[in-house]
């Protein structure tokens, strides 16, 4: 069903000490939506991620993954984060695989896929990204824009309800900014739901359904990109914007 929630944040705090680092947190992201996170550094974009995926403890509120409210910690967390994918800044592949490995790696380890069944999607997922000439390479042979795309291939690999990606093309140079962007806008055609923190104004303009402004641990805004960047209405969000368009 369009619309229907599949990550839902309900009053959600966290600290660290005494940092009050994601404060109410309420952010609801629909089955096929991408939702687009900026705003300054060391607002808690990062750690809003990483929330979602639950690599960080809460200490209030509750996270709704498809219907199901996430467990504190177990098997159960383990499975249900399994379901959501992550595309960091720094790619993390393993450099002693090839690339063909790197992406069939969790579905082998976490879900017992067979190893040519594995192999077989990977291939398809490689090509996917425009990396099907590149499966025998290691990680080292290729340019920062293809390790990015190998590692959202990997992502995609386990088949995930949705995948986050954490400023996926700050480390990039930038001529090869465009070649990530370009497969992550076929990710958000194809119908994928993504939460994705980045600076790239221009993607955020054509593929986000909705940009969320975060300063000092809040939501600020939460609006269509068009209306966001025409009209932002908070001071954070218009000095913010002044700085960096
Ligand atoms: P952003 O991604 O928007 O730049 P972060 O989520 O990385 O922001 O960080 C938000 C705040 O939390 C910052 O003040 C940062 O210094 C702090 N912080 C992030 N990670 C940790 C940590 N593991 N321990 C303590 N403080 C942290
Ligand atoms: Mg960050």
């Given at each position: 069903m369009a619309g229907e929630a599949l990550i839902e944040l309900r009053g959600v705090n966290k600290y660290y000490g005494k940092l009050h680092v994601l404060q109410d947190i309420d952010l609801t992201v629909g089955r096929g939506e991408v939702v687009v996170i900026i705003g300054p550094s060391g607002s808690g974009k990062s750690t809003l991620c990483r929330t979602i995926n639950r690599l960080e403890t809460i200490e209030s509120g509750t996270i709704t993954l498809d219907g199901t409210p996430l467990p504190d910690e177990g098997r159960a967390l383990a499975e249900l984060r399994a379901e959501v994918g992550m595309v960091f800044q720094s790619f993390n592949l393993f450099a002693h695989k090839t690339v063909l490995a790197n992406v069939?790696?969790?579905?082998?380890?976490?879900?017992k896929v067979k190893k040519e069944d594995a192999a077989r999607r990977a291939r398809e997922l490689l090509d996917r990204v425009g990396l099907a000439?590149?499966?025998?390479?290691y990680p080292a042979q290729l340019s920062g824009g293809q390790q990015q795309r190998v590692a959202i291939a990997r992502a995609l690999?386990?088949?995930?309800?949705?995948?986050?990606?954490d400023e996926p093309t700050s480390a990039l140079d930038p001529e090869m900014i465009n070649e990530v962007l370009e497969v992550m806008q076929q990710l958000a055609r194809d119908g994928m739901t993504m939460v994705v923190v980045t600076h790239e104004m221009g993607f955020a303009r054509s593929a986000a359904n909705r940009v969320v402004f975060m300063a000092d641990g809040r939501i600020i805004e939460d609006r269509a990109p068009e209306d966001f960047f025409t009209a932002p209405r908070s001071d954070r969000a218009k000095d913010f914007l002044s700085k960096i368009l």
């Open positions: 069939m790696l969790a579905p082998v380890k976490v879900r000439s590149q499966a025998e390479k690999a386990m088949d995930p309800l949705a995948l986050l990606f």
